[in-house]
């Protein structure tokens, strides 16, 4: 019997209301010894998940790690699109075992986290395998994730594809929060962020609308 198609979503592709955000210690102490990633790039794609969360209106959870001791504060680039939000302050190398952490977890009560951080091998590793063994289904977000060395980064993640942990990337976190141009109330949105921290992308888009007046989806120009 032949399978029939329907124009619907898959089950395991995001939308803002069925997760949260878990942005783990995106420091200054943590960036220093990052060496897989520019940290251009790695501070690009933290702002681009950053802003496509909070404009999407998506549950996001900031987290460091001794913040006043030791390790810094958090990339504005992050808080500035969460200005009114609390920093959940941790001694744990795993996010996951903090109580303060879990509690806002439960409260948000999404059965899917989505994590980026650094660094990868260590600070998201562990939360994406506790939380995977207590049954939440896991993405992280590989290109806004580092490590002391490029083979650190790659082993952990490929760690965590194994036990069933979904990876995906900063661009795509974006565009599938959007997934179809035609949602106008979040064109301008998606667009706008991708001007500004989607790199060639970005550019495209920026080129098409200035030199043709070209949009997505049949859309009228957006503002710039």
């Known amino acids: 019997m032949p399978i029939k198609a329907t124009p619907t979503p898959g089950s395991t592709l995001i939308n803002p209301d069925d997760h949260v955000l878990i942005l783990i210690d995106f420091q200054s102490q943590m960036a220093f010894a990052t060496k897989s990633i520019d940290a251009v790039a790695l501070r690009n794609n933290a702002a681009l998940i950053s802003h496509a969360a909070a404009g999407f209106g998506v549950s996001t959870i900031l987290t460091t790690v001794a913040?006043?001791?030791?390790?810094?504060?958090?990339?504005?680039?992050?808080?500035?699109?969460f200005p009114q939000q609390a920093l959940l302050d941790?001694?744990?190398?795993?996010?996951?075992?903090?109580?303060?952490?879990?509690?806002?977890?439960?409260?948000?009560?999404?059965?899917?986290?989505?994590?980026?951080?650094?660094?990868?091998?260590?600070?998201?590793?562990?939360?994406?395998?506790?939380?995977?063994d207590q049954g939440f289904e896991v993405y992280v977000v590989t290109d806004a994730c580092g490590d002391v060395s490029e083979e650190a980064h790659e082993r952990a993640v490929e760690r965590m594809i194994q036990a069933g942990v979904r990876p995906m990337t900063s661009l795509q976190y974006l565009l599938e929060l959007q997934r179809d141009w035609a949602r106008a109330e979040t064109y301008d949105l998606t667009t706008g962020i991708a001007k500004k921290y989607g790199g060639a992308y970005g550019l495209g888009i920026i080129y098409a609308k200035t030199m043709f007046g070209a949009s997505e989806g049949g859309h009228a120009q957006a503002a710039e």
Do not use: Q
């Open 67 to 81: 913040e006043k001791s030791f390790s810094g504060p958090m990339f504005s680039e992050i808080t500035e699109p």
């Open 90 to 132: 941790r001694t744990s190398m795993n996010t996951w075992e903090d109580a303060a952490v879990i509690e806002r977890v439960n409260a948000i009560g999404k059965g899917r986290i989505v994590l980026a951080g650094l660094w990868t091998s260590v600070c998201i590793v562990g939360p994406a395998l506790s939380a995977l």
